[in-house]
């Protein structure tokens, strides 16, 4: 059994195109996000309804009803399957409005409606599309196998689904049949960590999740270079600000021996990335740039003990809900690479200045060099301090797993320290066009 998992695709031509790509005989299971127009369309019937604006909101279900119903390809000599297909789209739009009108004004419980009823309409639109072309598909209905334990995670029974070779199975996320035993939506639950428990409940061996990514660049742009990470560099890669995938996912997947490859929806010249618990040998295997963020220089005053002052220091910034990238300590400085808001300066260093001379550089870089260091990591510091003798670097620390190891530079020198770094590694000279990247990306690596 495969089960891939496929976020925020907004049509099901997209989904086609990608299970071209992994079908096999095996059974399929493909495990949808709602689709976004699909989300806006129930969002806007919600809002008529709440305000009272009765007009809107029929007009807006009647739109919504044609628009599922013309997107609704299947064979014309399947006339039941496309009235049943039909009378189901029609059937789980009213009963939305049924929940809908039950809301005087936007709530929790709402947002799980829209999510529900989103998501078995973009599973049946998507299933009824298959069949068009060609594929031996059926919904499945996760309501009628999955309830919640007593942690309120998945609970999968699939003793009674009977799953034929090459056929594709489609299913919305999230879904669980609740004490009522009525459909619902696991909405505080990464739409990974549900994928990765049904997989689990299949003993299936790979995980696949199709998902918009941000930030991940290769400096290799061919299929055949397979980029393959252990849970623990998938962990400093992946999970970001802007997170691709959950730390549970990776780390139950871990415990679980289930391979996750992960394939990118909207960077196309993005390899797939492959991740599982086998440590495969590797100097370098990623640089990560992290943007605007801020450096402190910290020098005891003697106001308090010396043994005190980096506690007394990283207990204000925690306490402030001030993240903290990188940190190394000497007997006479404290570095720290974070990020502060503005409003938020001047009270922590008040606070700092009471035990500590401060020195403040804003908008620098944290640039760190990823890979399978082991004993060598004096070695790769030696050699990363020598290509960047002529750039200032503020700050050096490396992680005592012996899998990173981090420069902060200035802004300005992001650029130069990444070319020179690039260029080392693939032993050719770097195009500025693969140096770039997108000004909202706070995050980005570099597959090497």
Same mark, same amino acid.
């Given at each position: ?24 005989? *095996? ?7 709602? #689709? ?31 628009? +599922? ?13 496309? +009235?049943?297909?039909?009378?189901? @789209? ?23 409606? @829209?999510?529900?009823? %989103? ?40 003793? =009674?689904?009977?799953?034929?070779? %090459?056929?594709? $199975? ?10 009522? %035993?009525?459909?619902? $939506? ?41 980029? +393959?990470?252990? +849970?623990? *560099? ?39 990335? $492959? ?18 963020? =801020? ?6 005053? /003697?106001? @308090? ?14 306490? =402030? ?11 006479? =400085? ?9 409003? #938020? ?27 399978? #260091? ?24 490396? %992680? ?26 693939? /032993? ?21």
């Amino acid at each position: 059994m495969k089960v891939c998992s496929i976020e925020t695709t907004n049509s099901s031509e997209k989904i086609l195109s990608h299970l071209e790509k992994l079908r096999s005989e *095996e059974p399929f299971i493909i495990i949808l996000t709602p #689709f976004d127009w699909m989300k806006e369309s129930l969002e806007e019937i919600s809002r008529f309804l709440i305000q009272n604006q009765q007009t809107e909101a029929l007009h807006a279900i009647d739109t919504l009803k044609e628009e +599922c119903i013309s997107m609704l390809v299947v064979p014309d000599t399947d006339e039941a399957n496309t +009235c049943a297909t039909k009378a189901d @789209i029609t059937a789980r739009i009213d009963h939305f409005v049924h929940l809908a009108k039950s809301h005087s004004e936007a709530s929790y419980q709402q947002e799980t409606d @829209i999510r529900t009823i %989103g998501g078995y309409l973009s599973a049946i639109l998507c299933t009824a599309y298959l069949k068009y072309k060609g594929m031996n598909a059926s919904l499945l209905d996760a309501s009628e196998f999955i309830q919640l334990n007593e942690e309120q995670v998945p609970d999968i029974d699939f003793a =009674n689904i009977q799953t034929e070779p %090459g056929k594709i $199975y489609v299913m919305p996320t999230n879904i669980y049949r609740n004490e009522s %035993g009525e459909p619902a $939506y696991l909405i505080d639950m990464y739409t990974d960590l549900y994928a990765l428990y049904v997989a689990i409940a299949l003993q299936a061996k790979e995980l696949t999740l199709i998902m918009p990514t941000q930030g991940l660049h290769s400096l290799h742009h061919k299929e055949e270079n397979k980029l +393959c990470l252990t +849970c623990e *560099e998938a962990a400093h890669m992946l999970v970001t600000d802007d997170s691709h995938i959950s730390h549970s996912t990776l780390f139950l997947a871990r415990e679980k021996q289930i391979s996750i490859r992960l394939i990118s929806d909207n960077q196309a010249g993005l390899s797939a990335i $492959y991740i599982d618990g086998e440590k495969k040998k590797h100097d370098i295997k990623a640089v990560t740039v992290r943007k605007d963020i =801020n450096y402190l220089r910290m020098s005891p005053l /003697g106001t @308090i003990p010396s043994s005190q002052v980096s506690t007394q220091a990283l207990g204000i910034l925690v306490t =402030n809900l001030v993240p903290i990238y990188l940190f190394t300590s000497s007997s006479t =400085n404290i570095s720290v690479a974070i990020r502060v808001y503005d409003i #938020f300066w001047n009270k922590i260093l008040n606070k700092l200045s009471r035990f500590a001379k401060v020195t403040v550089e804003k908008n620098v870089t944290a640039i760190s060099i990823l890979g399978e #260091f082991d004993w060598n990591i004096s070695k790769i510091e030696a050699r990363i301090i020598d290509l960047l003798r002529d750039i200032p670097i503020l700050m050096i620390s490396y %992680g005592s797993d012996n899998q990173s190891i981090s420069v902060v530079v200035r802004e300005k020198d992001t650029q130069e320290v990444l070319r020179i770094l690039f260029k080392d590694l693939s /032993g050719v000279e770097p195009s500025p066009q693969s140096l770039t990247f997108a000004p909202y990306e706070e995050h980005s690596t570099w597959f090497v």
